[in-house]
């Protein structure tokens, strides 16, 4: 490898640590074998092997500011050479994470503490990151993009046009939301120049949400939020001098409304590499472009004929990232394209060759170790309610070796150090609370053992099964039957739903069974509680099972979940009259689905911050699964519960925030137009500016399980009869 590869790599694989710190992850040194931690007493480097063996990096009184008090450290990141220490704090939330606040720099050389942007707002900088060689920060504020030289503490504004819709740096609440991306800017790996993402949201339109409670006058609250058929930011991809001047815009072909970039890195000093995609998002394409000229090429495309996803779904590090092998001269890819969830190495023309060749799913990439040339991955062969380690050559040649011990039935989870020898190894299931301990690898050895803690004599006894549906489907369910359970009685069902391909109810981990939301032991009180799951869930069980929900979404999934009930009513112990179900999000969607469609089988919905009507969410999400306007609109219409509200029978409990920015509350009051329309009765509960997760302001958590176990005792008595 020549000299100019090595340093490009080097410092590639250092910024990819200062982009993975925004992640609450395990903060590795660069050698991988100690870790640091934030601690009492200051931030801690800790041996990974035995985590006695602890030291104070940097103490509390290093970290106080003159005449101030100690800095509250959030996050950190270090430069390569361990000498320099950029610090979050003051932090706020920007949508979902704590992205916005202010940062200092700590010298461990000199023992200085120094406050960069000192200048802007308080706890207005966003993504800082050291330069390369440490001697610059580079950070977000207001949507323009700073560089601030630490000697002389110059600060270039290196873009100036940054306003609330023209987005320098950063994303807006759709990117955030649905691929994961926040961090907006990259050093280049000779520190002279930054590639950046720029956003213009000036025609997207404002959704309204109504403050009605906090002042004497309500006020509106806007959220720039493009609905289906609604245009996205038009999105390119620039290059600045880290002096300031000019941007070099990447050429990149297509529509730039018409199209997104969830992906984008540096291949060398010279060189953009980005991930795009089309409006449908079933055509992705990898191009690398000249950072100079902005003249680009495509080296890679894959088309799909459900959607493509992107690495946010198959990476714990989100979109951040570019996996690089062979000396920079390969990259890793996933794809679906084979039947299977597989991991490709793609050269730099574009040529693939494929790595993962056994017939199963990976779950996640959790290290790819050049050094070792290893790839360590999350599969679950046997059973697709669990997860476990596995490895294989990053050559392709033999068959993927479990390295997770099969005696652990359940759910595994790794943070793997940067040498691959060490690991922070999880584990649960609904027999194990949650263990966390250091192991070696591959042996999987344990070097630190976790404390021994008994499952809770009160923690539910949880029943994996599986059922054939009349359409042939085979489906994972679990259940808690009641305490002092007679099969000789019958007992009511409480079914929790999902269904769609953001998440799955069924794993064998710890919390499963569980129900935040029941103000009391469901199992005591003589519930059946219970969860299956249908086609289009992220289970490992091919490509088929999760793409099979393309522009099926509320009729494929409702019909499983329906179909896998019939089942289970065939259960002597199964009272066919007392049926609920409840979700929340897409679960209240398809609650609303399986209680208007099969009103013959559900008599009791609850249905919690539901996207009653498919249009009115955002395009990124809800096109990527049910395709475009106009000509798949009728796809949405028919899987949208406000289309099938008039067959309501049963009983309907609807709730949601009136300040929920993900699923609008303007989906409540279609519904609830809709059910008065046909003269339906129902009842509804709105939490006033509440989120989409329901849980601000006193007492809120403990009002919204005492009015769900109500609504649930009243219309679906407990107990056996």
Known sequence: MNKRIKVT???????????????DGVQWSADGNSFYEIGEKGIYEINAKNRTDQKIFVSTAELTPRNRAPLEVVRFSLSADKKKLLISTNTRKVWRYDTRGDYWVFDRSTKQLKQIGAKHPEASLMFAKFSPDATKVAYVSKNNIYAEDLKSGQINALTKDGTDRLINGTFDWVYEEEFGCRDGFRWSPDGKSIAYWQLDARKIKNYLMINHTDSLYPFTIPVEYPVVGEDPSLCRVGVVSADGGATQWMEIPGDPVQHYIPRMEWVNSGEIIVQQLNRRQNVSKVIIANSKSGTSKTIHQETETAWIDIKDRWSDEGPAGWDWINNGNEFIWVSEKGGWRQIYAVDLKGKERLITKDNFDIISVKLVDDINKQIYFMASPNNATESYLFRVALNGTGRAEQISSPDQRGTHDYDISPNGRIAIHRFSSVKHIPLTETVNLPEHKTLVKPPVRDLSKDYPNVEFFKLTTIDGIEMDGWMVKPKNFDPAKKYPVVFYVYGEPAGQTVKNSYGTGLN??????????GYIYMSVEGRGAPAPK???????????IGILNIRDQAMAAKEILKWDFVDPQRIAVWGWSGGGSTTLNLLFQYPEIYQTGISIAAVDNQLNYDNIYQ???MGLLPEDRNYFVQGSPVTHAKNLKGNLLLIHGTGDDNVHYNNAEQMINELIKYGKTFQMMSYPNRSHSISEGEGTTKHLALTFTKFLKEHCPPGGR
């Open 9 to 23: 790599l080097f410092f590639l694989i250092v910024f990819c640590k200062q982009l993975l710190a925004q992640y």
């Open 542 to 552: 091919g490509r088929e099972w999760r793409k099979s929900i393309y522009k099926n």
């Open 623 to 625: 096109e990527r699964y």
């Open 516 to 525: 935040r939301l029941y103000n009391g032991d469901m199992s005591e009180d």
